[in-house]
Structures are given as structure tokens and as C-alpha cells.
Nanobody
Framework: QVQLAESGGGLVQAGGSLRLSCAAS????????MGWFRQAPGKAREFVSR????????YYADSVKGRFTISRDNAKNTVYLQMNSLKPEDTAVYYC???????????????????WGQGTQVTVSS
């Protein structure tokens, strides 16, 4: 069984930065993709970003493109989300996710992902 553990959330002023980390543990961890979703109060979970574990191709939601950067360290089984120029609307619980296998459809749907972390709160004050 794979476990994902996020860290790095917190309170920051608008325009500031935070870096989220997600460490994966478990037997023979080799996902197709890892990524991040977020969920604000009263809203559905929203795709934020994804990275292919082999090759490193990255994908972003339009709302974070140019401000957030996803990266990974394969040796450490860790994925990162560098968040710059944060806005109050970025306030949410951020979840780390992992998909085991290739999926022919869109990776922006939560159902694609097999493993989820417990979430970390990011709060951006205005």
C-alpha cells in the first residue's frame, strides 16, 4: 500500500510563496503520475497540477499557470509544488495524489488517482 504525506502548508500574505512537499512511502513506488488537487470550503476538488514520474512532463490548471511549479525527486519519492504570487483565491486544502497507471482520458478528474494524501491547509490572507 502506498501512503502520501504532505507538508509545507500554512498562512501567507497575498503575493507570498509557499512550497508544498509530498513524500510517498510503500512497496515499489513507481506511479505513472503524481500531482496536486485542492478543495476550498463549499467547492468541489479542483485539479491543480500533475507531473509524469518518468520523463517529467508537467501540466497545470489555467488558474495557477505561471505562478505554480511542480517538480519531483524520483530518488526520494517526493513531489513538490512551489507556489508563488499567491492569491486569496488559492486558499484551500491541498491534496497530493498519485495515479498508478496510464489513463487515456483527462487527468483532471479526481477518480483517475489511486492514492491521496491527508491534505495540507494553505491560507492566503489579503
Amino acid at each position: 500500500q502506498v501512503q502520501l504525506a504532505e507538508s509545507g502548508g500554512g498562512l501567507v500574505q497575498a503575493g507570498g510563496s509557499l512550497r508544498l512537499s509530498c513524500a510517498a512511502s510503500g512497496r515499489t513506488f513507481s506511479p505513472h503520475s503524481m500531482g496536486w488537487f485542492r478543495q476550498a470550503p463549499g467547492k468541489a476538488r479542483e485539479f491543480v497540477s500533475r507531473i509524469r514520474w518518468n520523463g517529467g512532463s508537467t501540466y497545470y490548471a489555467d488558474s495557477v499557470k505561471g505562478r505554480f511549479t511542480i517538480s519531483r525527486d524520483n530518488a526520494k519519492n517526493t513531489v513538490y509544488l512551489q507556489m508563488n504570487s499567491l492569491k486569496p483565491e488559492d486558499t484551500a486544502v491541498y491534496y497530493c495524489v498519485a495515479a498508478k497507471a496510464y489513463y487515456s482520458g483527462s487527468y483532471q478528474y479526481p477518480e483517475v488517482y489511486d492514492f491521496w494524501g491527508q491534505g495540507t491547509q494553505v491560507t492566503v490572507s489579503s
